[in-house]
Every structure is written in structure tokens, then in C-alpha cells.
């Protein structure tokens, strides 16, 4: 009866599977809600012609930035990127192919993806670079582009609490894309801080259902500051 | 004289209404959080999944699972609430958010705006400002007026790549309040001590100027 029990022992078992070429996608916003231990595996495994599908690409030392050094990525779905010196090397010499996509588009092209939606339409990016070759149609006497969805071979995911049964719980601002990513994954793979026993998370407050859960994997994170902004005790 | 930053951040504080759900871009935007009009409650929306963004926090309140758009640590007020970036942009893309600020590079009287991209240059991204501006009915964009060399930002027409098509109506910059209608710039209001002439000069699209402009008035 190990069925729903989606817990994985080790890194190499929570990644195994990935070969050169695969799409990943992956939750996070800067570094707030990275799933930091399963981009480290990835760069383990030296992996390379990888696609990401990811907001940002961390930066030179911590998260997807990681990926970088060794050229792993060779293409990245993003709408916010460059706060690492590598990235805009490889950026700017074209090893590194960067497609920009409006945040919000990006967020839906995910959900849109998990839900089996293969396309949508959305006024967001009319008249500008990101309309070029696609579809326009007006809907009400307004423009809409066509934008496609986004599946992975991989999803890579961070969740606060989980239980075996992959039902998940994200903690404040760490959620983002996770939710999303999380479904739009072949193989969605979930790391969290803690494994309550089943039954202990109450159904009515799960955020992700564990059907859409592969693997799960315990483990403990840095959790990276970007921007540590403090106003004065007192102020 | 040109408005501070500060100033163009309390110009704008003045546009809130009580009640109102408000996105404060990158810069100077942010700034308007520290001028909300006392007797009013305005709610702010962080894209990256929080609605109710409070002050920044103290050494001890510091939580890297708190942060907003800016990657900035912050705190959440009273009555706020979380979500994923779908559902943010949810908000943002069905038009609930009664008003956003964002910067610009550019502004162009059929209500264009450049904000992201200067070709050549290094390119970061649009984030979430094709969305904001796609998705918003009321916006006012917070600019300088001119380049540091004099040249004008309110243009017949915006000169980078695009982020949004004919959805800005309104434009605050260091020396002029102006609302673009029927594809003209009208001036609405002027920096104190700025004449009509030095707004002209500096404007590039046509510029409409319909009997006295009050200088703004700061409380």
C-alpha cells in the first residue's frame, strides 16, 4: 500500500530520470521559493541543453544561476533576468537563447499547461515585441494574442509542509509560481522543510492536491536573501 | 522647480481614494506608500503574491519568505492576504486593481509607453508591466519630463519597443501633470515655479494647453 506514498530518500532518486535536453520547469520568484537542493542536483548531474521555464535565473552563485558556469541551460523562458554577471555574458555572446515572456502570461502559460489548455488569448503584450508571430484576434472591439502553454518534462517545486501523499502547503510570498509548476510537470518532483503525518494537514487548507506530486523529498534550505530591507525598531 | 522624487510620489498620494487596491511599481512608485493621505485605507498589491503589503520589516521581523516585486523584504498589514502568481496576475490582467503606477522611458500622445527595453543595451525583462499596463484602467505613469540632455520623453511617438499600446491616460512628471486624450497631451497642472513656456519647450508631442494651469499644491 506504498501507492500515494510519494517520498524519496535521496537526491539522485528525487531527479533521476533527467537527461540532456529536457524542459524543467520551476517555482520561485528571485530567490524567495527556490527549490535550491533540486537545482543543486541538477547542476550535479551535469545535465546540459537544458530548457528552463522559470521567472528569473537566480544569480552567479545560488539558484538556476548555478546552471550556468557549465552551460547547462541552453535556453530560458523568463520575464525578469541579467542580475548575474554570467547570465549577460551569455546572453549578450548568444550562447545562451532568452525568451521573454510577460510575468503574468508566463504564470498562465503554466497553469494553462497543467490544465490541458493548449493555448489562450490575453491583451497582455499587444503592440509590442512579444505579439510578434502571433495570432491577434479582437474579442468586444479589443486585441488579444494567442499565447501557447508550457509543459515540462520535469517540474521543479518548494513547499513549506507536505504529507506522503504529496498534498502540499506553501508558507507567505514563497508560494508564486510554485502552485502552478507544480502542475505542469511529466515528473513533478517537490522538496519541503517538513513531513507531517498523514492526516495532519487539514484538506480545507492545502494549496497543491497531491495528484499532481511525483516525488517528495525532505530536506533543509539557506532560503537566500536578495534584498534584505529593514527599516529601524521602533520606526 | 522640478519636483523631488518625493514630491511626484506625494502628487500622485493624492490620487488614492479610500478603499482603493493600488500596485506600486519599482522607483519612485514605491515612494507613494510613504505619502497615503491620512483618514484613508488603500491596500497594496505586491505581483508576486501578496495583497496587503506592509512596512518594510525590523532586523528581528526579517523573513526571506516575505518579500515583494522589488525582491525587497517586507511585511504583510492587517486584512492581507496571499497567492500564487496566476491568481496575481488574475487581479492584475481582470482589471480589479483600481490604480497603478509604474515608471517609463518613453510616453507618446496616443498613450503608448516604452518601459523595458533600450536595444543595444542590456535587456532584463518586462517583469510584470506588459500585464499592469494591459490589465489596468487607471494608471499614471511617473516619469521625468526630459533626459538628463534635455530631450523630451512625451513624444508624437515612442521611439523603443513597446510595452503597452494606447493604455496610459495619465503622466506625472518632475515638472507637468498630463492626461493624454484624442491623441494630444493635455496639461492639467504644473511643477510650483515652472512656467508653461518650460513645459512646451520640454514636450515633444502636441501639447494642449486650455486656459490657466494651476501649480500643484502640496499639503
Redesign the interface.
Known amino acids: 500500500m506504498s501507492g500515494f506514498d510519494k517520498v524519496v530518500h535521496s537526491y539522485e532518486e528525487a531527479m533521476s530520470g533527467l537527461t540532456d535536453n529536457m524542459t524543467i520547469i520551476a517555482g520561485g ?5 527556490i527549490p535550491e537542493n533540486l537545482i543543486s542536483e541538477i547542476k550535479r548531474k551535469r545535465k546540459s541543453g537544458l530548457t528552463l521555464v522559470s ?1 528569473n535565473c537566480g544569480v552567479d552563485d545560488f539558484g538556476l544561476g548555478l546552471l550556468l558556469p557549465d552551460r547547462q541551460i541552453k535556453k530560458i523562458i ?5 542580475e548575474n554577471a554570467e547570465f ?1 555574458r551569455q ?2 555572446s548568444g550562447e545562451l537563447e ?1 525568451e ?1 515572456t ?7 502559460k ?2 494553462a499547461g497543467g490544465a490541458g489548455i493548449p493555448a489562450f488569448y ?9 505579439a510578434e508571430g502571433k495570432d491577434e484576434r479582437q474579442f468586444n472591439g479589443r486585441e488579444y494574442i494567442l499565447e501557447e502553454s508550457i509543459t515540462g518534462d520535469f517540474a521543479i517545486v518548494k513547499a ?1 509542509k507536505a504529507d506522503r501523499y504529496g498534498n502540499l502547503v ?11 509548476a507544480a502542475t505542469a510537470g511529466k515528473i513533478t518532483v517537490v522538496e519541503v522543510e517538513e513531513i507531517v503525518e498523514p492526516g495532519q494537514l487539514d484538506p480545507d487548507e492545502i ?1 497543491t492536491p497531491g495528484i499532481y506530486v511525483n516525488r517528495l523529498i525532505q530536506s533543509s534550505f539557506e ?11 521602533g ?1 | 522647480m522640478a519636483l523631488s522624487r518625493d514630491q511626484i510620489a506625494q502628487r500622485v498620494a493624492q490620487e488614492l481614494q479610500d478603499g482603493y487596491y493600488v500596485n506600486l511599481g519599482i522607483g519612485i512608485p514605491t515612494l507613494v506608500a510613504n505619502f497615503v493621505p491620512k483618514g484613508i485605507e488603500v491596500m497594496l498589491q505586491s505581483e508576486n503574491g501578496l495583497l496587503g503589503m506592509g512596512a518594510f520589516p525590523t532586523e528581528e521581523t526579517v523573513d526571506a519568505d516575505l518579500i515583494n516585486a522589488g525582491k525587497q523584504t517586507v511585511t504583510m498589514a492587517t486584512g492581507a492576504s496571499i497567492f500564487d502568481s496566476a491568481e496575481s496576475f488574475a487581479m492584475i490582467r481582470g482589471g480589479h486593481v483600481d490604480l497603478t503606477v509604474l515608471g517609463a522611458f518613453e510616453v507618446d500622445v496616443n498613450g503608448n509607453i516604452a518601459s523595458y527595453m533600450i536595444p543595444g543595451k542590456l535587456i532584463k525583462g518586462m517583469g510584470g508591466a506588459m500585464d499592469l499596463v494591459a490589465g489596468a484602467d487607471n494608471i499614471i505613469v511617473t516619469m521625468t519630463h526630459a533626459s538628463k540632455h534635455g530631450e523630451s520623453k512625451l513624444l508624437t511617438n515612442c521611439t523603443l519597443p513597446l510595452t503597452g499600446k494606447g493604455c496610459i491616460k495619465k503622466v506625472l512628471t518632475d515638472l507637468a501633470f498630463i492626461e493624454i486624450k484624442s491623441g494630444k497631451f493635455h496639461l492639467l497642472e504644473r511643477a510650483p515655479g515652472v512656467s508653461v513656456e518650460e513645459i512646451i519647450k520640454l514636450t515633444q508631442g502636441e501639447l494642449v494647453i486650455e486656459g490657466e494651469i494651476p501649480e500643484m499644491e502640496f499639503g
Request: proline fraction near 5%; glycine fraction near 10%.
Open positions: 520568484f528571485g530567490l524567495c521559493g521567472n523568463a520575464s525578469y533576468v541579467g549577460e546572453m549578450m532568452v521573454l510577460p510575468q503574468g502570461t508566463l504564470a498562465e503554466m497553469r490575453t491583451a497582455t503584450g499587444v503592440g509590442t515585441p512579444v513549506w506553501f508558507r507567505k510570498t514563497a508560494r508564486n509560481f510554485n502552485p502552478m494549496h532560503k537566500r536573501i536578495e534584498q534584505r530591507t529593514i527599516r529601524a525598531s520606526e
